[in-house]
T-cell receptor
């Protein structure tokens, strides 16, 4: 079974509008962390935002916020006021608490295109 | 530089050739990860080092893949007798903590090495 599922291969958004990128996860660990990374065409993975499984508040970082619904096992990324520079691949990832290597498990990504 | 550095950025190898990919992590970072990213996919874990110890190599796809980090800093991922299915971007990441570090410890990624096997 997929541990991280991103069901939107591609998304369009108009500049200055908000967009939600979906992510669902599957784990039996009680302690885990959820991450979103941005990957522009240059290739590097840029960390955007983190949500811990015990965090009661949804994480926010500037224009990025994470809509964390633990019972539904979803961790959607919301980007407000989209900018042309937001066009990139976006990956949801999970780190499981019982995994001693703390490796990241990634989804297949969503390509976001911001239209001027 | 201050970030994770990988070399070469691009590598074209003939099928059957051996290749070596290098990763220079951020100075002082304890943890180092290698990931393989096939075209149009998310990165997949290959192996993890804590200092010079390779603690997890569960993601290495075959015994043709070998990684080392002999002095706990620079790491090399070696692929022997390359095959076409090895074509991918190989990403290296480092983080300052070890396995006991907080869950939110950020991993910093390099730009990757794009390997094409022809």
């Amino acid at each position: 079974a997929q541990k991280i599922t991103q069901t939107q291969p591609g998304m369009f958004v108009q500049e200055k509008e908000a967009v939600t990128l979906d992510c669902t996860y599957d784990t039996s660990d009680q302690s885990y962390g959820l991450f979103w990374y941005k990957q522009p065409s240059s290739g590097e993975m840029i960390f955007l935002i983190y949500q811990g499984s015990y965090d009661e508040q949804n994480a926010t970082e500037g224009r990025y916020s994470l809509n964390f619904q633990k019972a539904r096992k979803s961790a959607n990324l919301v980007i407000s006021a989209s900018q042309l520079g937001d066009s990139a691949m976006y990956f949801c990832a999970m780190r499981e608490g019982l995994d001693s290597s703390y490796k990241l498990i990634f989804g297949s990504g969503t390509r976001l295109l911001v239209r001027p | 530089g201050a970030g994770v550095s990988q070399s070469p950025r691009y590598k074209v190898a003939k099928r059957g050739q051996d290749v070596a990919l290098r990763c220079d992590p951020i100075s002082g970072h304890v943890s180092l990860f290698w990931y393989q990213q096939a075209l149009g996919q998310g990165p997949e874990f290959l192996t993890y080092f804590q200092n010079e110890a390779q603690l997890d190599k569960s993601g290495l796809p075959s015994d043709r893949f070998f990684a080392e980090r002999p002095e706990g800093s620079v790491s090399t991922l070696k692929i022997q007798r390359t095959q076409q299915e090895d074509s991918a971007v190989y990403l290296c990441a480092s983080s300052h903590g070890g396995g006991e570090s907080p869950m939110n410890t950020e991993a910093f990624f390099g730009q990757g090495t794009r390997l094409t096997v022809v």
